[in-house]
């Protein structure tokens, strides 16, 4: 997967990502605070996303490794942002405390049952596990999405995958 998101490029990557912004900011049209992945390499981007959520009012909080766990962090702009051990852009400042709406988090692949594939780390999983609440969305490319089976006992589910072609919905929740 992470092979052919590099070779993913040009007009139709740019489009693709306009479209998945699109579809993200019409989802979470009455979600308040919203955590977003900070996207980094070939992952779908998430700038426009954070811009739009910005735009509309709405309170953005990226993600931080904090050892083991990961916690969200009121973003204030770029600079405030410094290079993790992952060379991930994180936030610096003090964790937020508070009730997270929505979570806007990042996939290798994603299958029709709505479970993630992650990078390995767990710490998605954690941190939604901790925040049962939360409405979660991943963001990707059409062909991230397939049919094989995988999933682990402590793998938390998607509520929703949003790509160029749209929106696939799995638990019902919002």
Same mark, same amino acid.
């Given at each position: 997967m992470k092979a052919a998101r590099r070779s993913f490029c040009g007009v139709d990557r740019a489009r693709a990502d306009k479209q998945i912004a699109d579809c993200v900011l019409s989802l979470l049209a009455d979600k308040s605070n919203v955590l977003v992945y900070n996207s980094f390499g070939s992952e779908a981007d998430t700038q426009e996303i954070i811009q739009g959520l910005i735009s509309h009012g709405?309170?953005?909080? &990226? /993600?931080?490794?904090?050892?083991?766990k990961m916690v969200a962090v009121g973003y204030?702009?770029?600079?405030? &942002?410094?290079?993790s051990s992952f060379g991930i852009q994180e936030p610096t400042g003090k964790p937020f405390e508070? %009730?997270?709406?929505?979570?806007?988090? /990042?996939?290798?692949a994603v299958n029709r049952q709505g479970m993630r594939?992650?990078?390995?780390?767990?710490?998605?999983?954690? %941190?939604?596990?901790?925040?049962p609440s939360v409405f979660r969305l991943g963001t990707g %490319?059409?062909?991230?999405?397939?049919?094989?089976e995988f999933a682990d006992e402590w793998d938390v589910p998607l509520d929703a995958f949003v790509c160029e072609r749209g929106v696939f919905t799995f638990s019902g929740r919002r």
């Amino acid at each position: 997967m992470k092979a052919a998101r590099r070779s993913f490029c040009g007009v139709d990557r740019a489009r693709a990502d306009k479209q998945i912004a699109d579809c993200v900011l019409s989802l979470l049209a009455d979600k308040s605070n919203v955590l977003v992945y900070n996207s980094f390499g070939s992952e779908a981007d998430t700038q426009e996303i954070i811009q739009g959520l910005i735009s509309h009012g709405k309170r953005v909080f &990226l /993600p931080r490794v904090e050892g083991d766990k990961m916690v969200a962090v009121g973003y204030t702009g770029k600079e405030q &942002l410094i290079k993790s051990s992952f060379g991930i852009q994180e936030p610096t400042g003090k964790p937020f405390e508070g %009730y997270i709406d929505a979570a806007v988090i /990042p996939l290798l692949a994603v299958n029709r049952q709505g479970m993630r594939l992650g990078y390995g780390g767990g710490f998605y999983d954690r %941190y939604l596990t901790a925040q049962p609440s939360v409405f979660r969305l991943g963001t990707g %490319y059409s062909f991230q999405m397939t049919d094989e089976e995988f999933a682990d006992e402590w793998d938390v589910p998607l509520d929703a995958f949003v790509c160029e072609r749209g929106v696939f919905t799995f638990s019902g929740r919002r």
